[in-house]
Structures are given as structure tokens and as C-alpha cells.
Nanobody
Framework: QVQVVESGGGLVQAGGSLRRSCAAS????????MGWFGQAPGKEREFVVS????????NYADSMKDRFTISRDNAKNTVYLQMNSLKPEDTAVYYC??????????????WGQGTQVTVSS
């Protein structure tokens, strides 16, 4: 089992920045990749970005790649999401997730509880 816990959400003004953290625990040796997803009000959850645990290969949603940056600290079993130039339409609940076979399946197996990011205009 793997547990993931997000932190760092909150309220920010348009144009501002937030840094999100996601800490994994448990069988972290099984993690192949971690990722972030966002679910805006009334919409389905959407992929934001992923990073492979070894190699650090990243994959961004096209709409996010210029403003969001993912990084990882393997020693701390933590990934970070730097969110810059935030827009009101970025308002969403953001979820962190861990994948055990991302490079084979693109499937995420373990999910955090989600934390709210609200961008005010």
C-alpha cells in the first residue's frame, strides 16, 4: 500500500503563485510515477502533470506546461507542484496520485484526499 498526502493549497489572487507538496509513504519502493490532477467545479477530474520516479521524466497537460512545474525529491518521497501565473480558471480541487506501472498503463493507483486551490480575480 502507498499513501499520499497533499499540502499547500489555499486562496491566492490571480497572477500569484502556490507551491504544492505531496508526500508518499508506505511501499514507496513500488512507485513508478506520481502525478497531479485537478477537478474544477462541475467538471471531471483532469490530468495536470506527471513525473516518473526514476529518471524524472515529466508529462504536462498542454494548458499547464508554461505555468506549472513538477519536481521530485526521492529522498523525501515527495513531489512538488509549482503553480505560477494563476488564473481564476485554475480554481479546482487538486489531487496527488501515485502510479505503480505508469509507463505501462498510465493508470494511477493511489490518491490523496485532494486540497482546494481558489484563485480570486
Amino acid at each position: 500500500q502507498v499513501q499520499v498526502v497533499e499540502s499547500g493549497g489555499g486562496l491566492v489572487q490571480a497572477g500569484g503563485s502556490l507551491r504544492r507538496s505531496c508526500a508518499a509513504s508506505g511501499r514507496t519502493d513500488r512507485i513508478d510515477a506520481m502525478g497531479w490532477f485537478g477537478q474544477a467545479p462541475g467538471k471531471e477530474r483532469e490530468f495536470v502533470v506527471s513525473i516518473t520516479w526514476s529518471g524524472g521524466r515529466t508529462n504536462y497537460a498542454d494548458s499547464m506546461k508554461d505555468r506549472f512545474t513538477i519536481s521530485r525529491d526521492n529522498a523525501k518521497n515527495t513531489v512538488y507542484l509549482q503553480m505560477n501565473s494563476l488564473k481564476p480558471e485554475d480554481t479546482a480541487v487538486y489531487y496527488c496520485a501515485a502510479s505503480l506501472q505508469y509507463r505501462l498503463t498510465n493508470h494511477f493507483d493511489y490518491w490523496g484526499q485532494g486540497t482546494q486551490v481558489t484563485v480570486s480575480s
